[in-house]
C-alpha cells in the first residue's frame, strides 16, 4: 500500500546550518507530495508541495524536487533559524479508492539552537 | 477565510463521561479529516468524509467513536464514554477535491482522568 519514510529524528541543528530531511513514498499511480510544519501547541501547516515528477516546490526558505526516480521528496534550508524548530511531516496524497486522503510520514522533529 | 474552526480548543474530562469535538471546515471543501496525534501513535487518521458522507472509518479505534456530518459546515467527533487512553489531540481538516492539500484546525487537546 502506499507509505511515507521520512528520516529518523530529533534533528539538532546551529543556526544558520544547512538542513536536508529524507522523504521516500511508495505509492500506486503519480501522488501528489507535500511538505507539512508543526510548531509547538499548533495545528499541521502546509509548508510546500508539488505535483507531478520534477516539481520544486519552495517557501519560506525551503524547497523540495519531486523524484520519481528514486521516490523521493526530500526537504532542504540553506540556512536555518531558531523559529523553524518544529515537526515536519512528509505526506503523499492518495490515488484510487482511497483519493483525497493523505498518507502522512511520523515526523521529523527539529531543534535549531542559537 | 477564517480557516478550520475547531471547538473546545482544551477539554478536560472524567473517564466514563460523553466528549463531544466540533469542526467547522473551510467553506467549499468537500472533504473533512479526523485526526489523533499522541506521542506514541503519531498522527492516526480516524474518518473522513467526502460532500458529508463518510468514505473510510477504518481508524476509528473502537465503537465508542462515533462521527458525524449534518450538513456541508460541521462535524462532530463524539467519545462515548471516554477513557484515560483516549487522552490526545484532536485535529480536525478539510480539503477541496481540485486541490488535494488539506488544511488543519488548530486542535482541541483532550485530557481523560
Known amino acids: 500500500g502506499d507509505s511515507v519514510t521520512q528520516m529518523e529524528g530529533p534533528v539538532t541543528l546551529s543556526e544558520e546550518a544547512f538542513l536536508t530531511i529524507n522523504c521516500t513514498y511508495t505509492a500506486t499511480g503519480y501522488p501528489s507530495l507535500f511538505w507539512y510544519v508543526q510548531y509547538p501547541g499548533e495545528g499541521l501547516q502546509l509548508l510546500l508541495k508539488a505535483t507531478k515528477a520534477d516539481d520544486k516546490g519552495s517557501n519560506k526558505g525551503f524547497e523540495a524536487t519531486y523524484r520519481k526516480e528514486t521516490t523521493s521528496f526530500h526537504l532542504e534550508k540553506g540556512s536555518v533559524q531558531v523559529s523553524d524548530s518544529a515537526v515536519y511531516f512528509c505526506a503523499q496524497s492518495g490515488g484510487g479508492t482511497s483519493y483525497g486522503k493523505l498518507t502522512f510520514g511520523q515526523g521529523t522533529i527539529l531543534t535549531v539552537h542559537p | ?113
Open chain 2, 1 to 113: 477565510d477564517a480557516g478550520v474552526i475547531q471547538s473546545p480548543r482544551h477539554e478536560v474530562t472524567e473517564m466514563g463521561q460523553e466528549v463531544t469535538l466540533r469542526c467547522k471546515p473551510i467553506s467549499g471543501h468537500d472533504y473533512l479529516f479526523w485526526y489523533r496525534q499522541t506521542m506514541m501513535r503519531g498522527l492516526e487518521l480516524l474518518i473522513y468524509f467526502n460532500n458529508n458522507v463518510p468514505i473510510d472509518d477504518s481508524g476509528m479505534p473502537e465503537d465508542r467513536f462515533s462521527a458525524k456530518m449534518p450538513n456541508a459546515s460541521f462535524s462532530t467527533l463524539k467519545i462515548q464514554p471516554s477513557e484515560p487512553r483516549d487522552s490526545a489531540v484532536y485535529f480536525c481538516a478539510s480539503s477541496s477535491q481540485t486541490r488535494g492539500e488539506q488544511y488543519f484546525g488548530p486542535g482541541t487537546r483532550l485530557t481523560v482522568t
